[in-house]
């Protein structure tokens, strides 16, 4: 959240003072149209012109028939994977998932403050990491793809087994670092350390009944970003890791909402 400085004249020259309202105006309007754009996707579902596993239209066609920017698109198929309406498919597209009885997670509001952290945390996180994985892909070996292999592996081993996983999904995202071949990266992965991993902050999310659908989406979206990175497609490997940054800040965005209207 941005602060108005200190130190402001008492009394703004006009100028400036018409300037102000205008200042978070580009932000706010990208917001409102991807909520256009995503009750306009609902409603389709709702009345059965989009089911279960049919694909959405490409971002090119979605912005060509609601006359809308990429930005704008992008926003709202963030929102929507979030809420668990669609799927992205990297370099296949974007469908439509079969409804879900409630949310992923609910914050209790005594949670809200650490959520707060935790989203600070993965706005950083989609900077570094979306940048991590693309030298990844350009820049890792035989044995940096063995090692996500190995985590993968062990992360759907521990979910079936009931566990949280955690230390895995840690791993993973360690070994992408350490793929890029700039020890920069890893060090502030380790220096994070496993409290990047949001479950391991917010209980909600840990003991969320519908976790094991939370797992099974975190590590859908752990394999489309190994996927990219085997095949060293770098700008791939980019998408694929903000999708799945910006999924999880979305969900946590709206629990964070709903626990603050009570």
């Known amino acids: 959240m941005s602060t108005l400085p200190t130190g402001l004249p008492a009394s703004p020259p006009p100028a ?114 979306t940048e991590s994985a693309g030298l990844a892909a350009q820049r890792r070996t035989e044995e ?4 996500m292999r190995s985590a993968l592996d062990d992360f759907a081993r521990s979910m079936a087994e009931g566990g949280d996983a955690v230390a895995h999904d840690f791993r993973f995202h360690l070994q992408i670092a350490q793929a890029t071949g700039n020890p920069y990266f890893a060090d502030i992965m380790n220096h994070l350390g496993t409290t990047l991993i949001p479950r391991t902050r917010i209980p909600a999310i840990r003991n969320a009944p519908a976790s094991d659908a939370y797992l099974q989406r975190v590590n859908r979206e752990h394999e489309e970003i190994f996927l990219a990175i085997a095949r060293q497609d770098g700008e791939s490997a980019r998408a694929a890791m903000r999708i799945h940054l910006t999924n999880s800040r979305e969900r946590l965005r709206l629990a964070q909402e709903a626990a603050r209207a009570g």
């Open 16 to 129: 400036a003072a018409a300037a102000t309202p205008a200042a978070g105006a580009p932000a706010k309007r990208v917001r409102g149209l991807a909520n256009v754009l995503v009750e306009d996707v609902c409603a389709q579902i709702r009345d059965r012109a989009l089911n279960p596993g049919d694909k959405l239209p490409t971002e090119t066609e979605l912005m060509r028939l609601h006359d809308v920017s990429r930005t704008v698109v992008r926003e709202a198929l963030s929102k929507m994977q979030a809420a668990g309406l669609v799927e992205t498919r990297h370099g296949i597209g974007t469908f439509v998932l079969p409804p879900r009885s409630g949310g992923v997670f609910r914050l209790d509001p005594s949670e809200l403050a650490a959520s707060v952290d935790v989203l600070a945390v993965l706005e950083l996180r989609i900077s570094l990491e």
């Open 144 to 147: 940096h793809l063995a090692a």
